[in-house]
């Protein structure tokens, strides 16, 4: 046993912060409602609830209710972490239970908390903890954390998570205790009387269980006991003397107690690895013959499936809770159950052992999810537990009846259950770590078990395992470390503590002990620091003694809250406590109680801490013997931050004893009562210190004025300076005698801010005060016993490297002044005269005021450690970065890890991007940076202190500027950092930065887009679409329709098209509205018939109800066109419905607006005319909802209509929500139930959309689906359904799409019978057969999509000969396969004999040729779909089949489709074009419609070709051709007859979609022309079918309002097809030839590729030049065309890169030859490309022509480019607002500027140079370069820092310039006000130099430093100039002969060449006098 460490003497440190404390959840609770109500429940006998009215029941539990109950309450607190990032906010969260309520509450105290979440259940709450679960993302091993609350009821855990998911998990056994672990909950079973009774004799049952997942299974836990062997045996944890007293996330340890023995154990707890789980299950599964004999596992799986829940309530207690007791009981039983019945095995089939059972639960059948949700486990039936048990387990059943009743009607189905011998798998193991030895204690008697466990560490970093023993009164303390691997913790020594209670303070490294005699003590780790005071409690110490002397100053009274139960203490303690520390300092801890001395006198009076509670960072509860509780934080270690690095710093160099004696000494002196506040901690640091090292601080002059020194500024004097309010006469004397006042006089006020601003930098005032003491003062010697004295060289070598890092961090080197006071000192007495020579450059008029120093005894010199590192020559960082950017040979500068981070950033990031070695940030960082290692290694500050980003370091091969970026970025560098890097250093970063704006990568991550500042990057990589909902703020575009006037205008179901968007497109004319207008259908029409005289008035009307029934033809089919129209363009809200616009049928006849209506009975209208209008109007409506909406199975239930005239709507909804994916979340049972309504549209709706949302899925629930409606895939032998033609037709198509592209055999070979099926015997399949052909040829073209001639494992089926039958016609085959049977006999109507019916098989077998050999180019194939080339044969096709065969053989020879008149026309026979011979029988009409059908099908086969292309070759010639048609048509001559209208229309149509296909998205005008030509045609042979046509084209040109356009991929083309067939339908109800509602199949053809530039500043859609560059393809080169966006891409398959072209807006480039993933995801976010306006520029819409920017007015008048600028403009040309201010304040004359005009003109100078150059973030470099040189030329330096920056920038211009001109377009400081401040500089270090040169002779001799003001300007030189410390080598130089001897000797010493000619007036002097230099030009340099 070690002892305890080192103990201070006496010491004490004072708490902070006292309250006192009540658990915020007690007062809710009061508060809370259901308190009583939920008490009444519990009370009553479960019966009366059901049985009883309300009053009697309510009576009669009110006498049962006994008010002196007082519900046992219990809280926790931990440190919130609920969504905030750690450094922003500390707060604690309270978890507090009390009867059946759970608060969970979150605030910095109880009285400024706030309710975060409240739960209540409905049994008492046995436990309530935080708990992480993790969950398993997709198939990655990544997972993510879940955070929730569990609460532990006696037959449940209810599962609350943070984001919203409640989740009840019952419980199978009793539960004493329930842990949280890193993995999930832990189990402890209740050990029961019964086991003994259950369990086989010696398998005892599992008491350790692990849930992994509220949704998985509870599993046992295996165990590994420390064996004496290896690989010791492995066994379900199922001691149950073993109690779990203690579970850990971080490491995952438990720690336990064996009640018996009496030991602690502790045990890793990790996931079980595959050969324990087999060895597991393999020593268990061994099954023995007898029935009773299922051994092991048997017992176990079958007590655990059963549920035994032998005493819960779920027993006899609380019986059935319902009148359900006989239904119910079979669910009841099962309550956990039916969850592992159906789902735990299909799960643990499986072959692989570790798979997760969650891994199914999304899928989990909806049976089990519902039994889960409705069971809590109460439900169970009221026999007892035990019984039931028995009885099921004795069932001789091989297989057992998993927990469902024995009863022959057991509602649980058999088939599901499994063989019962299979064992649990378990999940977690715990691995035994170490235990105590038995004679732990060395106590006789047994040590109980620990009452509490703890982690801690010690300020030194060692951790401990701490355990409070309450029966030895005794903490004993387990040191462990973690393995290199840090897979395995290693246990080391015990230590115990005297204690009666202890806890933890996590963020101060301590923990605060309650020793018996009742005083608390502060110790870290084991060694002990102080007693801690409280102010306001008595301590034992002093509760004996009354005499101490008053203090003089008056004591102010604690603060507690009034309620803090001590109130007659406090006139005691001020008598007699010293004056307790009120201000809170640091963040707050927790603490805990002490308890007094048994015979303490004021026993009575005075409470005493009787026990600690909840720590929380380092707070903590003291729990009084009064009862009330108060609430203490101790205090930190340290405040500032400089005093926080320097003991870093230390305890990383010094030995941990070492290190440990000055953190504990430290801290008693900081924290003693009434100790110093903030800002006299450094003085108080530098004192303690140095006194540590054996320093006399009395006697030394500068720190004997630290003792005095009063606060640096008199607002924070000390507050308890005087009781009286009014001031005196004095506080002003004592303000102007104030150091602070001083300080600030001596300090001009346009200097630099830093000295002022240090804390106590002494200016040359002390010199004074020094000159009493002289140096050779025998008293300064340092006492060399002086526990650091050895040390000192170390130390000092620690801080150094500290100072030099402060130097990097403009926020941190006002502190560095202070710093080097104390370095100076100790550099002095070291006797290391280069230190200090550096110490004087930087703080020159600070450091010559100091010129003590300390004697060293030359005996004692040698016992001082020096260590190897501590080199003559000083390490500078400065100087380092110096000589990089020459270009020279480098040492590698030292660096201590974890502390010195900016020095390593900054040395990697130039040793990376100047000396250009890409390796210096991953291989090669030891050449440039060495870690200091001594003493203790900081291992954990490694993490603490750096920010680690998100970022992984992929190794670009970028330039060196994207390495450098990308690498900051991946260690957590943010532009923030970048501010604070001084001027000079950060150049270079600035300089890559601005090299990587210009052309960054488009794939980069967030944060380095940030790094660079393109804010348009940023925004992009963030996930956002145009319209993530109307009020996002950020999303830009405003959704709201147009306020318009006229109320109905909204209902048109068209106002959601972007208007932003459209108006950009199309600028210059109003042709969405016309669209809007030809395409609505929710106004009457117009309709106009003159009243003839002799038209009598009835038959007016009739005439005017007939002309409405010819326009209700055309306002029926616009909802198609609608559809495609508004495609995608809206989000709906989740609470409201889906607005659908009306179909309104009725018209207006003018002059007076009367009312026509069909329904007048004037004329016979269609019966169930508008049905499939609606279902396309409903098609339409939820065609608008965009695939990234919100929707939910809700939602979609909630829109059905009430009435059932709208039931056609809602089917068309049903499939619009299929087409655009969101069908896929409707409940399973929804479906069920829309397809038993039998409800024909529904069905139709529901199985395409279900078929569209999963397309190519082969999904296997939707086939089962689809086959019910189709006899064909159903067994011969089943029932026949009635299934409606229409839906069989649906469903076919289904398959077709649900199989697409899979070729699968089983569905092809009945799809390709099914096109011939033939009609049957009982008028089955007669009517409407060609549509069912159809269908079905569409579908196996699906299925065997583009396959051509490789349809694997299909050859036998003959498919392509078997089409060509169908399609050319011939004898019938035999029916093969399952179906023979249904066709044996023929039909009685229908005679067809025994060949095919060519008419009703033909376009099937057509169009599955064409998608088999879809792009295939098979030229056989295509041959058997030429058109006849005689006369003869050319009588025998229909001419419709003509369009058919054309189209189907241009797209299988895809590659020969050319965009010209030509190729259309190669199409038709030969024998059409020739000259006719007239002897010949030409029948003229069959000719004409063969040639128009032909060039059709070729114009269709274009338009597929080149669909969404926009290319103008195919357009003008489909153009022409429909010009042509047009001419025919409007001649009413022979051809025209011969053709026929019909004909001529439908190839008409067929052009007009070809050519809306080509252009679709566009908004082309000539067909927009065209379509409303159409529009206005009606009556006539102008039936529904091409008013269809004519509005789907118009739909496909505007298609998702300019948003979409069409692919040409197989899928798109199969959609196309099926959406376009060329028959239209005759009238609103004809489905005979081809199912109406496929027409909506287009939308899976359309694909997002409107490419929208938004401006990232103004959030608006703006123009921005795109550059595309297509890949080279067979057709044409690589070609570059430049594009005005917003604009439709090309497809981005036959792109190679778009780019951002500027100069209006920063350049950014898409390379799509790597991945078009990320384009894609642009496009499918609305296509939303953020750019960033440069600035000087205007958008194109502002300045179209570019002549207004701010560059334009340069190139006019050369010269004037400053001077015509004004400030006032700067608006117009960048938006940031920080340049805007500057301009305002900073470059605009006012009254007071009048004299500084000339910095006024510098100000825009530089305003000017950074918005053109765009940097707007080097004005401050600028601005900073400016005051340097201002302050040299005025001789106000105070320190030397701004010239090093200074040099730094003169450096890398330099180095640039050697590079040669090529690079100097990339460096930022192009302009001439470098080298004019360069020149000023020169200048003012010239003109000095003439006139001190005596002053820089005698540095150079080694004269002592001079006094006067030549000390900061001399320092200035010699910064500048980079002379080294030449104080021995100035015999070097002086005296050299001649010029080259001068050079060889001083590039030894490494003086640049340029600074060295600066001296030569200097050196050369003394030998031949100035004379001889006098041609020599200096001013060049």
Known sequence: ?????????????????????????????????????????????????????????????????????????????????????????????????????????????????????????????????????????????????????????????????????????????????????????????????????????????????????????????????????????????????????????????????????????????????????????????????????????????????????????????????????????????????????????????????????????????????????????????????????????????????????????????????????????????????????????????????????????????????????????????????????????????????????????????????????????????????????????????????????????????????????????????????????????????????????????????????????????????????????????????????????????????????????????????????????????????????????????????????????????????????????????????????????????????????????????????????????????????????????????????????LYQELQLDELQRARASSLVCLLQQLARDLQLEDYVDLYWRDYPSLISGFNESCLIDQAVFGQMQRPSYLRPEPPCVLGWLCCCLRGEEVPPFPYLPGICQRTRLLVLSYALYIAGDENATSTDASKYLIKLSAGQKSRASEQHFRRQSSVKVQLSTGSLAEQLVVWLTSEGFTLKDLESVPFGVALPIREAIYCCREQPCSDWSEEVCLLIGRQDLTKQAHKMTLAKSKASVGSGLSLEPPATTEPDEEEDGMSDIIQEVTGLIWSQDLRVQEVRRLLQSSRPVRVSVVQLPEVSDHEYIEEKENKLLQLCQRTMALPVGRGLFTLFSYHPVPTEPLPVPKLNLTGRAPPRNTMVDLNSGNIDVPPNMTSWPSFHNGVAAGLKIAPASQVDSAWIAYNKPKSPELANEYAGFLMALGLNGHLTKLATLNIHDYLTKGHEMTSIGLLLGVSSAKLGTMDMSITRLLSIHIPALLPPTSTELDVPHNVQVAAVIGIGLVYQGTGHRHNAEVLLSEIGRPPGPEMEYCTDRESYSLAAGLALGMVCLGHGSNLIGMTDLNVPEQLYQYMVGGHRRAQAGANRERHKSPSYQIKEGDTINVDVTCPGATLALAMIYLKTNNRSIADWLKPPDTWFLLDFIKPEFLLLRTLARCIIMWDEILPNTEWVKSNIPQIMRGTFDPSEDINMETMA????????????????????????????????????????MSFAGTAAVQTGYYNLQTGLSMILLAMSMVMSGTGNLKVLQLCRFFHKRTGGEMNYGFHMAHHMALGLLFLGGGRYTLSTSNSAIAALLCALYPHFPAHSTDNRYHLQALRHLAVLAAEPRLLVPVDVDSLKPCYALLEVTYKETKWYDETTVELMAPTMLPELHLLKRVKVKGPRYWELSVDLSKETQHLKSILSRDGVLYVKLRAGQLPYKDDPQGWKSLLASTVNHRNSGVRAFKPEAISTFTSEPALVSFAEFFCKPSEGMKHREDTLVLFSAMLYECVTQECPEMLPTYIAIEQAVGALRRGDLQQTFPLWQMRLVVELWDSRGLQGPANHHNALLTSEFLIVMKNMVDVALDGWLKDNSSVLRSYMRGEALPKDAQSTVLACFLVYRSIPCLRNTHTHLEGCGSLGDLLSRSSRLGIPLRDLLRLLPLLLGSASGPQTLQGFPLQPF
């Not at 011998?421 to 193991?429: K, S």
């Not at 430290?666 to 640091?685: D, K, Q, R, T, V």
């Not at 070709?1505 to 429909?1522: H, K, P, Q, T």
């Open 1 to 801: 046993m070690s002892e305890v460490v080192y103990e201070e003497t006496a010491t004490m440190i004072a708490a902070g912060e006292l309250q006192s404390f009540v658990p915020f959840g007690r007062e809710h609770c009061r508060n809370h409602p259901n308190a009583f109500n939920l008490q009444l429940r519990e009370l009553q006998p479960a019966s009366e609830l059901w049985s009883s009215d309300g009053a009697a029941g309510l009576v009669g539990s009110l006498q049962e209710v006994s008010l002196q109950e007082r519900e046992r309450e219990c809280w926790q607190l931990r440190k919130g972490c609920m969504g905030v990032r750690e450094q922003d906010m500390e707060f604690e969260e309270e978890l507090y239970t009390a009867g059946t309520v759970v608060v969970w509450s979150q605030g910095s105290r109880p009285q400024a908390s706030n309710v975060y979440k409240a739960f209540t259940v409905d049994s008492p709450v046995q436990q309530a903890l935080w708990c992480n679960f993790a969950v398993p993302q997709n198939k990655k091993d990544e997972e993510e954390l879940e955070q929730t609350v569990c609460i532990v009821q006696s037959s449940c855990i209810n599962v609350h998570t943070v984001t919203g998911k409640d989740f009840i998990s019952p419980l199978p056994f009793q539960v004493s205790n329930v842990w949280a672990t890193k993995f999930g909950l832990l189990l402890e079973r209740k050990n029961t009387a019964t086991d003994t009774q259950i369990s086989a004799p010696g398998e005892p049952l599992p008491t350790v269980f692990s849930m992994l997942h509220p949704l998985d299974e509870i599993a046992p836990v295996v165990c590994k006991p420390a064996g004496v062997f290896e690989g010791s045996h492995v066994q379900y944890a199922s001691d149950p003397t073993m109690k779990i007293v203690f579970s850990c996330c971080q490491p995952s340890v438990v720690v336990s107690y064996d009640t018996v023995k009496g030991i602690h154990s502790v045990w890793a707890l990790r996931k079980v690895t595959p050969d324990e789980h087999s060895s597991v299950l393999r020593c268990t599964a061994d099954p023995v013959g007898t029935p009773m004999g299922l051994m092991a596992s048997g017992f176990l799986t079958s007590h655990l499936r059963n549920i035994s829940r032998l005493d819960s309530p779920g027993g006899s207690g609380a019986a059935g809770l319902g009148p359900a007791a006989g239904t119910s009981c079979a669910v009841g039983t099962g309550s956990p159950l039916h969850y592992s019945v159906l789902h735990s095995h299909q799960s643990r089939m499986t072959s692989s052992p570790g798979l997760h059972s969650r891994v199914h639960s999304p899928s989990i059948s909806n049976m089990a999810a519902l039994s889960r949700a409705h069971s809590p486990g109460m439900a169970t039936p009221s026999f007892s537990g035990a019984a039931r048990f028995n009885a099921s387990f004795h069932s001789l059943s091989p297989r057992g009846h998993h927990g469902s009743l024995p009863s022959p009607n057991s509602t649980v189905n058999e088939t599901v259950l499994v063989p019962e011998m299979e064992p649990i798998v378990p999940d977690l193991c715990m691995e035994q770590l170490w235990s105590e030895t038995v004679t732990a204690g060395g106590h006789r008697e047994m040590s109980s078990q620990a009452s509490k466990v703890f982690l801690t560490s010690d300020l030194c970093e060692n951790r401990y395992l701490c355990f409070l023993v309450e029966s030895h009164q005794q903490l004993r303390c387990v040191k462990f470390i973690e393995s290199n691997d840090s897979s395995q913790l290693i246990f080391a020594s015990v230590t115990t503590i005297p204690a009666k209670d202890a806890e933890p303070l996590q963020n101060i490294d301590a923990m605060l002990v309650l020793e018996a005699c009742g005083s608390l003590v502060l110790y870290t780790g084991i060694t002990r620091v102080s007693k801690v005071f409280v102010p306001g409690l008595l301590s034992p110490t002093f509760s004996l003694t009354n005499h101490l002397p008053h203090r003089s100053t008056p004591v102010e009274n604690v603060s507690t809250p009034a309620n803090a139960g001590g109130r007659h203490l406090q006139r005691l303690d001020e008598a007699a406590m010293p004056s307790p520390v009120t201000e809170l300092r640091g963040p707050n801890i927790k603490y805990h109680e002490a308890s007094f001395l048994d015979d303490c006198t004021f026993q009575q009076a005075t409470p005493y801490i009787h026990a600690l509670r909840d720590p929380v960072c380092n707070r903590v509860t003291l729990e009084l013997s009064s009862g009330t509780m108060l609430r203490i934080s101790v205090p930190e270690i340290a405040t500032s931050e400089l005093v926080r690095k320097c003991l870093q710093a230390i305890r990383f160099i010094l030995p941990k004893e070492a290190a440990m004696k000055v953190l504990v000494k430290w801290y008693n002196i900081y924290n003693a009562p009434g100790g110093p506040s903030a800002h006299a901690e450094w003085n108080l640091f530098v004192t303690c210190f140095m006194t540590l090292m054996g320093y006399n601080t009395e006697r030394l002059t500068w720190t004997r004025n630290l003792h005095f020194e009063v606060p640096l500024s008199p607002v924070i004097a000390a507050k308890k300076a005087r009781p009286s309010d009014g001031g005196s006469d004095e506080d002003w004397d004592y303000l102007l005698g104030s150091h602070y006042h001083r300080q600030m006089n001596s300090q001009p006020l346009c200097g630099p801010v830093d000295s002022s601003g240090s804390n106590n930098t002494l200016i040359a005032e002390t010199e004074g005060l020094s000159s009493a003491s002289s140096p050779s003062s025998p008293s300064l010697k340092l006492d060399s016993s002086a526990p650091l004295f050895p040390h000192i060289p170390a130390l000092f070598y620690v801080l150094h490297l």
């Open 1489 to 1528: 419609q063969a040639q128009d059908y032909i060039t059709a099908g070729a114009c269709m086969a274009l338009g597929l070709r080149f669909a969404g292309s926009a290319n103008s070759d195919a357009f003008d010639c489909l153009y022409e051709f429909a010009r042509t048609f047009m001419k025919i």
